[in-house]
């Protein structure tokens, strides 16, 4: 059997896998955001940032190779993963009291798992464009990571192209395609995975903000940790809600 | 899109926006939906690409549009400005006539001509203050370009010295000849054995390349010829495509029928737009003397060259980002591996070579590899092609065998008083004076062929300011560290040479530059902060003279956070400012 070493301890992967599945196949915990099993892996966000054999490499996009010696948990790797949730914190919007997913976000989760205390940059308060168009779902760049979740799970789960990425560094933001721009005018369905996949609160289902009270929402009650893991899936947390 | 439905060249994505932007001036939301369905593409593919390349314009732009290149060596921003005033235009705000429009564009290759432009894509050089006065004038009389001075648009070669490559003529098909009898496994040993390494700066063994690309599992292969020279103060590609393009297109079909391609692109810098003309003339020769095409040579094989002209973007250089972009694509790099040699263009094995690479594999071919490994070092084989410009006073193009030190090509060059050189362009490395003995070669210094001279008078702190600034614009935006952290360590050397920086933010700047160079996806973000980090380590002192106070000075800048209020009450006074 095939094996790599995370942090001194010995995991079994299979050929193909990548180290950030066969740490989740494991019960290891790497913090990531733009990776998400059943996707196609890649490797943005860079939170999944690895030390193997003294090179830096993501996770969710490194080939586990026998014998690998991988470094997950470090202070440095924990100070480069809070310094980059920082980034994605000033670079876009993100007023967590008054966002109704607070609580239920991913950035904010990791945020919390990395003891980030503060944005420690400068804010960058860039201007985006708000698509309140649609009768279901809403569109706030603001809050926007471009991780590409939603890009993917259109594509490669629900079988249409209804997100993209345009732009180039950080003028670089999602649009919809459809004629107008607008996602009112795009086939996204309120049931598609695009619709839900979204880590932070970018893409929101209308008129279902609050009905689970802050405090009691999933990650009031669970850690990011816990929830990347599968141990608590974000289905079984609705459940514990209702 | 697939090998099946590749477009021929006019109907490629890129060209096709190139000719809506010059006659539109802009590419509309109508246009955008026009060319979807024209090229049948998906709407946001065509919308992102326009948003990616610097190029292209969703505002209207004027009927010139004037890009003055920011480069430390062929910039001249304060021509810019005297143009601005002149015509009265602020910068990236078509006038109201629609008549012009002024922008900035990262270095255009003209580093060895001083001072120059792009005006409606075509390349200015050798401007001057002059020079400023008469387009002004030839602009608001609404001269065609056509009729402005021919003298503004020629753009010399400037080889200075002569090595290698550059030093004898070279007749089309005498290579191919010379490869005729040869195996395949017999020219990837002649390659390999010449020692011969990428020319772009990695330095990955040829030979190696072709032979990987070969023996990928595949029925389609493609040879990609990299000539998006885009790292600022490099121009020796735009020398050899100006003077010896046969060799670089006989390399090309060297490697094709080595590894068995029958397609190849040249993927040209749009910078380089205005070499299309000869180019295709010259593609269309080999095609008309049995060099291109159909059974070359009557040796049985077919090959034939597609070019692609980008349209500004610094990180299609980069070898997977260039294969997107000649799919249509915004330029992101790819995860690799895999790497093009296994999944290339179209996921099918891809040699990419730098155009120097493939103009020496041509040569290599016709003389052997005991010619070509008899000049260089060690690990280092044959010349390499230097494109040396800034505070010199012969600028141009010096091939050396590998293994020459700096203070030679500073000597040959006619620099003197120099404070330091950048080695390979911003991404390369930045030098002073105690290493000027050291030797341009792989081992040592490894550069791609940018060398940017600056003498005691250049504000070193402003030259490394202007690289971040070069590279918060080139950054893709794919990944976090590289997307936020260059914009960041750009504003944190802008605080630094207005003189509001303290020691605190020194630490910032090493802090955020070493995160960027080990956490980024690809090369750009790996080595985009390497002019700070340079900086900080060969020339602290100019960085604690400019620091405004050794202690704390609050982020937030009230004076400046209060111009928009003071330009909305029109007050400029000093009752003002605080």
Redesign the interface.
Known sequence: MNTITIDGVQIPFEEGQTIMDAALAAGIYIPHLCHKPGLS?H?????C?VDVGGR?V?AC?A?AQPDQQVINNSEELTE?RK??TQ??F??GNHLCPTCEKTGDCTLQAVAYHLDMLDGH??Q?YPKREVDASHDFIMLDRDRC??CELCVRASREVDGK?V??????????QL?????S?KLKDSDIDKDDLAAHICPVGAILIKEHGYEVPIGSRTFDLHSVAETDLGEVSLKKTREHHE | MTTENQRNSSNHLLHVLFDEQQRARHISDGAIITIAKKLNLPRSQVESVVDFYAFFYRQPRGSFDILFSNCTSCGALDLMKQLCDRLNVQPDKTRADGRISIGQASCIGMCDHGPSALVNGRTLATLSSDVIDDMAELIEAGTDLACWPSRWFQVGNNIRKEGLLLSESFEPGSALKAMADRSSDEILDEITNAGLKGRGGAGFSTGMKWRFCRDAESQTRYVVCNADEGEPGTFKDRILLNSHAEEVFEGMTICARTIAATQGYLYLRGEYRYMLETLEATLQKLRDTGLLGHNILGLGFDFDIDIVVGAGAYICGEESALIESIEEKRGIPRIRPPFPVTSGLWEKPTVVNNVETLAAAAKIILHGHDWFESHGTWQSKGSKLLSVSGDCSRPGIYEYAFGITVQQVLDDAGAGDVQAVQIGGPAGKLIGSEYFNRHIAFEDLATGGSFMIFNRERDILAVIANFSHFFAHESCGFCTPCRVGTRLLKNGMDKLCNGHATARDMKELKHTSELVACSSHCGLGATATNPIRDGLKHFPGLFEERLLHKEMEPEFNLDASLAEARAITDRGDAEAHL
Request: glycine fraction near 10%; aromatic fraction near 8%.
């Open positions: 892996p490797g943005s966000c860079k939170l940032t830096s993501s996009t080939a480069t310094t980059i980034m994605l000033v670079e940059y400068p960058f990571i471009l192209d997100f993209a990425i345009s732009g180039r560094g950080t003028a670089a649009i919809v395609n459809s004629p721009g």
